[in-house]
């Protein structure tokens, strides 16, 4: 920048004493003064081109600073991307640092754990209070199915769920671990030994190495799907944003009409601010009871065999009800999700209640209004969220978890700080939105009940 105004002085000095005294410039001199002032335009772009190539960087570290605070294991701009000035690289690399520390520092206990279970020859697995492993260790993924046993998911997925349930029960009432048969769903039986975790937080499952074929070390785990959120209390206007009871759901459906077509399937997570609790999450197949038309199957992938026999939407219905107590409701275009379900609920002669939600459509609507689409894919990106299990519920659903963690801090500092100061924000500001919602028929507004301070209701 300060080259291109000494060019431009130069050019000015070379031209402007002859057109001050009214004199014809010379050749050489306009030749001279219009190669300056080129110049000096030329670095003015090169400058303006630096300047917001470095104010682009930047952006970008500040939204990964704040993807960090939202989550700790939040993924990096990609510092080989070569639209980053080598200052930007050299702040992102600084901050990958910290973050690699932190992660080490964390994970340390962790790798003495992984040598101690995955020696074990025998099978071992201890799973949460409903039934997610949260610890497997190889010969136990071996033995009950590496794509039916893995961390994370439901055992009885792979363990038929009656022989189980009895075995834990047993344990409990005496106090120690007990011998049982556990058949896998596939009919073969297996001898094993069930220990309960105390308080009911689980059990662990030991198979004994005569089952196994071969011995590979290796053990999986994550203990936090042990971990309960917080039992909520009354829903409060004032409560912080780091302290939201939620419980963020997604459907996939027959289709997109709400009033004719059906839920297939149903997923829900909850949540305490910005932590995800994977202990306490829905992930159900429903019955429609009607054929599900193959331009939806082609979306989400369930067919009519896939949900032959599932749940019927009453039963899924009632574990909702349960879980959404005193809990906001977070959803990605919400009022589609909401409404089906009320729809649902008219259809099996169920009771609706309104509930508080927050749509993160219509949050990213008002926080990065320039963006062209506000799908759920493109704010993963923006947001840089690791995308997974797309188009199922329970996949839409995490995805959207993380998208709305992500948002609280950029929310904060924007004053947003309370549910009162966040609802006010959401049902009145993101206009279009809403709009586009109103003329779909779908519900956009809060509970008549719900009042801000100053007497106004939050529905837009």
């Not at 101690?116 to 190889?138: E, K, P, W």
């Not at 999700?337 to 749509?359: G, M, N, S």
Request: glycine share 8%; with cysteine.
């Amino acid at each position: 920048m300060i080259w291109a105004a000494v060019a431009a002085a130069v050019g000015a000095a070379t031209l402007l004493p002859a057109v001050i005294r009214g004199r014809p410039v010379g050749t050489l001199g306009l030749i001279g003064g219009s190669l300056t002032m080129a110049t000096a335009l030329f670095l003015f772009v090169q400058a303006w081109r630096a300047a917001h190539r470095l104010g682009d960087g930047i952006e970008r570290i500040r939204n990964a600073v704040l993807n960090l605070v939202a989550d700790r294991d939040a993924a990096l701009p990609d510092m080989e991307d070569r639209r980053l000035s080598p200052e930007v690289r050299a702040m992102l690399a600084s901050l990958e640092i910290y973050q690699n520390q932190i992660t080490r520092e964390r994970r340390a206990p962790d790798s003495r754990l992984i040598a101690v279970l995955g020696s074990l020859t025998g099978g071992m697995l201890v799973i949460t209070d409903q039934g997610q492993v949260s610890i497997l260790n190889n010969a136990a993924r071996d033995l009950l199915g590496a794509r039916r046993a893995r961390v994370g998911t439901s055992l009885y997925a792979a363990l038929e769920r009656k022989s189980l349930m009895k075995a834990v029960a047993r344990a409990e009432k005496e106090g120690r671990p007990v011998e049982a048969i556990l058949h896998r769903l596939d009919g073969v039986e297996l001898q094993g030994q069930v220990s309960a975790l105390p308080n009911g937080e689980g059990a662990i499952l030991k198979f004994p190495p005569v089952e196994l074929e071969r011995h590979r070390p290796g053990v999986e785990f994550d203990l936090a799907l042990h971990d309960v959120p917080p039992a909520p209390g009354a829903l409060d206007l004032g409560t912080p944003l780091e302290e939201l009871p939620s419980l963020i759901i997604d459907t996939e459906t027959t289709g997109l009409d709400v009033n004719e077509d059906r839920i297939v399937s149903f997923g829900g997570v909850c949540a305490h601010g910005t932590r995800m609790f994977k202990s306490r999450m829905i992930d159900d197949l429903i019955d429609p009871g009607v054929s599900i038309p193959p331009p939806s199957t082609a979306i989400h992938g369930i067919t009519d065999d896939m949900v032959a026999g599932a749940r019927s939407f009453p039963e899924v219905y009632a574990d909702f009800q349960r879980m959404a107590a005193n809990r906001v409701i977070i959803g990605h275009n919400i009022p589609f999700d909401l409404t089906i379900i009320r729809q649902e609920c008219a259809r099996h002669d169920r009771p609706w209640e309104d509930l508080v939600f927050i749509d993160t459509m219509r949050l990213a609507s008002l926080l990065n209004p320039t963006l062209r689409s506000f799908s759920l894919e493109a704010l993963a990106d923006l947001y840089q969220i690791d995308v997974h299990g797309r188009h199922t519920a329970l996949g839409d659903a995490m995805v959207t978890a993380e998208l709305f963690f992500r948002m609280v801090p950029r929310l904060q500092m924007q004053g947003f700080q309370t549910l009162r100061a966040l609802l006010e924000f959401h049902c009145h500001q993101a206009v279009d939105v809403i709009a586009g919602q109103k003329q779909a028929g779908w519900i956009t507004s809060q509970p008549a009940g719900l009042r801000q301070a100053e007497g106004r209701e939050t529905a837009s």
